[in-house]
């Protein structure tokens, strides 16, 4: 794998390239998984990274968790969406609707040549047997948890406590960064896709947050 993605073509479009040659990894899917802290910008970023895909479905793990379960969702995931994407099935799974605070009716997500998982713990120990990649937004979470205080305004502030609290306590029981295949970094002009932990002999696998981006851009 190349050292960096910072070429004279689009850095997304180069790693959509290399994603559609990666062999099947959860039934005839190549599960991509867009994690980092909350506020990151994985959302963005995947939406990004799906259009140059051809529309490729994104799942969102907001859309699987809950105001009680905001990591507690992985016997929940693997039943409604891995399973039969492995078995090559379309999977239904049940979105979270946060102001009803309830579960909305199945939505489908059929097997396709590449689906992204995107939000924190996407990376986590479970899944990562099905992942093709695992792509980590490379920002310190000092600085994802401002933006994405700013981003929900004074109205989330009781929710963000509570969130920086539950984030803090799963990454240090399951971290995602030390298994990282990529490290996506925004940069004035874009993206840079770097190698991650797993991709770069001598990383320190212990470190457990994104807090020392590259600073690459």
Do not use: N
């Not at 799942?59 to 969702?73: G, K, M, Q, Y």
């Amino acid at each position: 794998m190349p050292t960096s993605h910072r070429t004279r073509g689009s850095p997304i479009h180069d790693l959509a390239a290399q994603l559609r040659r990666l062999p099947p990894s959860c039934g005839p899917a190549r599960l991509i998984a867009v994690d980092g802290h909350a506020g990151s910008g994985k959302t963005t970023f995947a939406g990004q990274l799906a259009a140059a895909l051809d529309d490729a479905p994104v799942l969102h793990l907001d859309d699987i968790a809950t105001h009680e379960e905001l990591f507690a969702w992985t016997e929940r995931l693997l039943p409604q969406v891995v399973e039969p994407l492995r078995r090559g099935e379309t999977a239904h799974y049940t979105p979270y609707d946060w102001i009803a605070r309830s579960f909305g009716p199945p939505r489908a997500l059929p097997p396709a040549p590449v689906i992204l998982l995107e939000g924190v713990g996407a990376g986590r120990r479970a899944l990562r047997p099905f992942l093709a990649r695992l792509l980590w937004m490379e920002l310190p979470r000092s600085e994802a948890w401002t933006r994405g205080r700013l981003r929900d305004g004074e109205a989330q502030r009781e929710f963000w406590a509570g969130w920086v609290r539950a984030e803090r306590q799963h990454f240090a029981k399951d971290p995602s960064r030390p298994f990282a295949d990529l490290l996506v970094q925004q940069c004035p002009e874009g993206y840079e896709v770097l190698p991650g932990p797993v991709e770069t002999p001598g990383a320190d696998h212990a470190i457990t947050h994104g807090d020392g981006p590259s600073a690459m851009c």
